[in-house]
T-cell receptor, first 112, second 115 residues
């Protein structure tokens, strides 16, 4: 039972490069989330999705795009990476009846 | 907009003693869920305890319990008989009920357990 799987675990990008963080869950959850974690800032919500085909902006959406490809997958794209996007990124999912969120292992992204 | 505030950036406790971590939240909803998550150095997010707002009884999970004060919008976590393995970052989180599925976190409290 894999739960929530994020890839990659680590990534180094040069300023201006693009990349997509992948997230997949196998728990048949409706809601999925992307967060970034920075020291002293907690987890800040970037985007979230209630179901396939729907997405909403969180607190810090600028510089990011998302795609809810199907019920299982929710990807986060950085079109032109900036050093300010250096962070640890977490994907999470939750169901309707099971309200708590389950998290992936996180992706440590460094933009140089 | 829902907000979650953890006013203690760092706390410390002696092994075997009790510590309480504070959390307050702001919401206009009557139906919602509150959570405490633990993040050890491995950075994995682990659910510690959950509280449904409609339940008056405080949630308990082994050595972990909460003091849920709905009117005061307060949700503190008590850890009894602290163990070295409890050392971690602790996050308080809020999730709306009904069609509001946004999940909001506080900034966290770093707990140190001294032997």
């Amino acid at each position: 039972n894999a739960g929530v799987t994020q890839t990659p675990k680590f990534q180094v990008l040069k300023t201006g490069q693009s990349m997509t963080l992948q997230c997949a869950q196998d728990m048949n959850h409706n809601s999925m989330y992307w967060y970034r974690q920075d020291p002293g800032m907690g987890l800040r919500l970037i985007y979230y999705s209630a179901s396939e085909g729907t997405t909403d902006k969180g607190e810090v959406p600028n510089g990011y795009n998302v795609s809810r490809l199907n019920k299982r997958e929710f990807s986060l794209r950085l079109e032109s990476a900036a050093p300010s996007q250096t962070s640890v990124y977490f994907c999470a999912s939750s169901g309707y009846r099971i309200r708590e969120a389950f998290f992936g292992q996180g992706t440590r992204l460094t933009v140089v | 907009a829902q907000t979650v505030t953890q006013s203690q950036p760092e706390m410390s406790v002696q092994e075997a003693e009790t510590v309480t971590l504070s959390c307050t939240y702001d919401t206009s909803e009557s139906d919602y869920y509150l959570f405490w998550y633990k993040q050890p150095p491995s950075r994995q997010m682990i659910l510690v305890i959950r509280q449904e707002a409609y339940k008056q009884q405080n949630a308990t999970e082994n050595r972990f319990s909460v003091n849920f004060q709905k009117a005061a919008k307060s949700f503190s976590l008590k850890i009894s008989d602290s163990q070295l393995g409890d050392a971690a970052m602790y996050f308080c989180a809020y999730k709306g009920g009904g069609s509001n599925y946004k999940l909001t976190f506080g900034k966290g409290t770093l707990l140190t357990v001294n032997p």
